[in-house]
């Protein structure tokens, strides 16, 4: 009760008060963040003295219903952007992704199957045998699987969710189809040159795959080191295919890329939630994140701040542990 007459006592001042209740309130609202580091009684007399008022008192239950307000929108927008829309004309019973960890296809249909919470089963496919997509005419990841209908290709599997989950939508508009053919088309190929760039990160990057894949001990020993050797190789292959002359310079600068088009915004389409462009980029990068080249990029770019925000969005997985 206390804290709603102490709002209700601010809106009076800002939109009510006299001169010197909209001076406090003001004051109090600008000065809020570094008066945290001060002592209140100290700060409260300082700008009571500044003002001309004698009662630091009041100017102590203004900043302090100030911080309560700040707070209170500051988690109300992270709220909005943890919320996970899901429409009910699309409830699937059962969702099944058979994927391969560390591919950025997969990610990308993963970010987006957590981001609007929609429970998924996990079968990670062996790339060797790839046994458990057999029974598909498709032999490639990602194949998505709900109740019972087939999806494939990371784009058309988004596509086809976006519009269930939100039937009177209008396809992406010129900047978020941009960006989510530029994820396609530039970002992903910028991945595997960095992440086996050394015979080091090679390893580094076949330890996080084997240990998340579907591999017995013996497979997975065979697949990190001889796997991790073939995709240094790959890698060179991939990188001059693609034009890329440094691997680094390649991610920081499409890092940096990507950051200019949010144009200062949140998120690509402003407002306070992500659009599919940002679940893509995030989705791409997920995988990276905390390997060696993703601690470079974050450390030497400026996507660390949109990154922290789009984990804080999408949230907690939506896959179902068997």
């Known amino acids: 009760m206390r804290r709603v007459n102490g709002l209700a006592t601010v809106a009076r001042a800002l939109t009510c008060g006299g001169a010197v209740e909209k001076r406090l309130a003001q004051a109090a609202l600008m000065s809020t963040c570094s008066s945290s580091s001060l002592n209140s009684h100290i700060?409260?007399?300082?700008?009571?003295?500044?003002?001309g008022l004698s009662r630091p008192?009041?100017?102590?239950?203004?900043?302090?219903?100030?911080f309560v307000s700040v707070a209170a929108s500051s988690l109300a927008q992270d709220a909005l952007a943890k919320e996970k829309p899901r429409s009910e004309k699309f409830l699937p019973k059962e969702v099944v992704l058979y994927q391969y960890e560390a591919c950025p296809f997969c990610n990308k249909v993963k970010a987006f199957l957590d981001y609007y919470n929609i429970p998924y089963k996990i079968v990670e496919v062996n790339p060797i045998s790839k046994k458990e997509i057999k029974w598909s005419d498709y032999k490639k990841v990602p194949?998505?699987?709900?109740?019972?209908?087939?999806?494939?290709?990371?784009?058309?599997?988004?596509?086809?969710?976006?519009?269930?989950?939100?039937?009177?939508?209008?396809?992406p508009d010129g900047e978020e189809k941009k960006w989510l053919?530029?994820?396609?088309?530039h970002l992903v190929h910028v991945l595997s040159?960095?992440?086996?760039?050394?015979?080091?990160?090679a390893l580094e990057s076949f330890d996080y795959i084997t240990t998340h894949g579907n591999f017995s001990?013996?497979?997975?020993?065979?697949?990190?080191?001889?796997?991790?050797?073939?995709?240094?190789?790959?890698?060179?292959k991939l990188?001059?295919?693609?034009?890329?002359?440094?691997?680094?310079?390649?991610?920081?600068?499409?890092?940096?890329?990507?950051?200019?088009?949010?144009?200062?915004?949140?998120y690509l389409a402003g407002g306070s939630k992500p659009n599919l462009a940002d679940l893509a980029v995030f989705?791409?990068?997920?995988?990276?994140?905390?390997?060696?080249?993703?601690?470079?990029m974050v450390e030497h770019t400026r996507i660390g701040e949109w990154y922290g925000r789009m984990e804080n969005a999408v949230g907690e997985s939506a896959r179902i542990k068997e």
């Not at 009041?58 to 100030?66: I, P, S």
């Not at 040159?193 to 990160?201: D, G, H």
């Not at 989705?283 to 470079?296: A, F, H, M, N, Q």
């Open 181 to 185: 053919e530029w994820v396609d088309n």
């Open 193 to 201: 040159p960095n992440i086996y760039r050394s015979t080091s990160e």
């Open 57 to 66: 008192s009041l100017v102590r239950r203004v900043a302090g219903t100030m």
């Open 283 to 296: 989705g791409v990068l997920r995988p990276i994140r905390y390997l060696t080249s993703g601690k470079d």
């Open 239 to 266: 990188k001059k295919k693609h034009n890329i002359t440094d691997e680094r310079v390649a991610l920081y600068e499409a890092a940096e890329t990507w950051v200019d088009a949010l144009k200062g915004r949140h």
């Open 43 to 51: 700060f409260s007399q300082k700008l009571a003295d500044r003002l």
């Open 143 to 171: 194949i998505l699987k709900v109740d019972g209908e087939q999806m494939v290709d990371s784009s058309d599997i988004i596509d086809k969710l976006f519009h269930r989950i939100n039937p009177d939508s209008s396809i």
């Open 217 to 236: 001990f013996t497979e997975r020993l065979v697949a990190k080191y001889a796997g991790a050797a073939a995709m240094y190789f790959v890698s060179k």
